[in-house]
């Protein structure tokens, strides 16, 4: 029986000195072996892991975690996949870093939820997948449920099989309904007025300082979410907007319901046709989070407030 080619490892590390040993050990066995390697960790960490490989960091794809993984729904398409699918027919080494002390409550259920879905995008796959994790910062419950987004586990010399292994399990149990928000604008839409949830949007942008590129970013959000709603959600949707004071946050929510776990997070080759309305969503938004089930889809984009 042949092995599973695509390895995923939580790394439990302590300390600047351990963390630096663990990955700089990683993407040296890769360069060693020919393999192309990407490292993509929050900015603080890329600078160490820099430092320590000296001359060897030309050899090696370096991301900010913080800005190409702001959103994490992003991180499959935009940043694992796409350096995966550049380098077919070999095996690559990618160290991910989707979570850290810092990341918000209201981030976390999309960065668990993306550590889990790595598993399916990536089976079969030739790569390795090292995912950190500040073992002395980070919550208890979040090295918990690392347990159980990955099948193998680090920390210092030792690794070992995960007993805990239940991917599905954690998406599952982060798609739950959301809480009602506060002080929002509501508009239902269908095929008739869809342009008009587009400039409300537009209109409660630029009121908070939306300017440009970014607020054709909201507009093309929205747009997006409402054409999903008309195609796959039974033809009609309803609109809300708020502010929580950090972001401004679009919620669409209709009566589909999306069964694909990895919706909106598939790279789409631009030649073939079909919808990928809400892989546009992830990758313009700084934030998505999704509810769905049986007769009922609610989507909320956030963006960061200029």
């Known amino acids: 029986m042949l092995a599973e080619p695509f390895v995923h490892p939580a790394l439990f590390y302590r300390g600047d000195r351990e963390y630096v040993a663990a990955t700089t050990a990683f993407v040296r066995d890769g360069l060693a072996a020919g393999e192309p390697v990407a490292v993509a960790v929050p900015a603080r960490n890329l600078a160490l892991i820099e430092d320590a ?3 060897e960091s030309c050899l090696v794809t370096l991301l900010d975690m913080g800005e190409a993984g702001r959103n994490p729904g992003r991180i499959i398409p935009a940043v694992l996949r796409d350096f995966a699918d550049r380098h077919p027919g070999v095996h690559v080494r990618i160290i991910g870093e989707p979570i850290w002390p810092g990341r918000s409550p209201a981030e976390y259920p999309a960065c668990a939820q993306h550590e889990a879905l790595i ?29 159980r987004t990955h099948p193998v586990l680090r920390a210092g010399e030792s690794q070992w099989d995960s007993g805990d292994y239940a991917p599905q399990q954690v998406i599952d149990g982060h798609n739950l309904p959301f809480d009602e928000p506060a002080g929002y604008v509501s508009l239902r839409f269908d095929a008739g007025n869809l342009s008009s949830a587009r ?3 537009a209109e409660r942008a630029a009121a908070l300082g939306f300017t440009g590129d970014r607020l054709d970013d909201v507009r ?5 979410l409402g054409a999903n709603s008309l195609d796959h959600g039974g033809g009609a949707g309803e609109l809300r907007i708020w ?3 950090q972001a401004l946050v679009c919620e669409v929510t209709d009566s589909g319901h999306i069964t694909d776990p990895l919706a909106g997070r598939s790279p789409v080759d631009p030649r073939r046709s079909g919808s990928r309305g809400l892989l546009i969503v992830n990758l313009l938004s700084d934030l998505v989070r ?6 009922l889809t609610s989507i909320r984009a956030y963006f960061d407030l200029p």
């Open 290 to 295: 999704v509810h769905t089930r049986a007769g």
């Open 199 to 201: 400039l409300l949007a």
């Open 119 to 147: 598993n399916y995008s990536f089976a079969g796959r030739h790569a390795t997948i090292l995912c950190p994790y500040d073992a002395e910062r980070l919550d208890p419950a979040v090295l918990s449920e690392a347990a």
């Open 243 to 245: 502010s929580t004071g």
């Open 53 to 55: 490989l000296g001359a």
């Open 220 to 224: 093309l959000t929205v747009a997006e």
